[in-house]
Nanobody, 124 residues
Framework: QVQLVESGGRLVQAGGSLRLSCAAS????????MGWFRQAPGKERDFVAS????????YYTDSVKGRFTISRDNAKNTVYLQMNSLKPEDTAVYYC?????????????????WGQGTQVTVSS
């Protein structure tokens, strides 16, 4: 069965950095585009970034452009999200998922195999 496990979230001060990991099992991620989403308390799950199966194409929501970088290591079957210059508004549970369609889709309904999430808290 397919399982995605996110890790790397923690409490960090504003301006700091974190790298999130999404390790896949039961799924060869090189065959699929992957994405990161986040959900703050009381809010909907929002798109953050996505990457094509080869890793050659990426797409970001405007609020994280220039600060976050999505990458993948297909040999390790893992997707990463490097987050720099973190802000309090980045506080959320971060999820990874596999896209059912292309790599640039921002809609959560187009993703499957959601992980359990990892909490990122940015203090001011």
């Amino acid at each position: 069965q397919v399982q995605l496990v996110e890790s790397g979230g923690r409490l960090v001060q504003a301006g700091g950095s974190l790298r999130l990991s999404c390790a896949a099992s039961g799924l060869t991620i090189s065959n699929y585009p992957m994405g990161w989403f986040r959900q703050a308390p009381g809010k909907e799950r929002d798109f953050v970034a996505s990457i094509s199966g080869s890793g050659s194409n990426t797409y970001y929501t405007d609020s994280v452009k220039g600060r976050f970088t999505i990458s993948r290591d297909n040999a390790k079957n893992t997707v990463y999200l490097q987050m720099n210059s973190l802000k309090p508004e980045d506080t959320a549970v971060y999820y990874c998922a596999r896209s059912k369609v292309g790599w640039g889709t921002i809609y959560a309904d187009n993703y499957v195999h959601w992980g359990q999430g990892t909490q990122v808290t940015v203090s001011s």
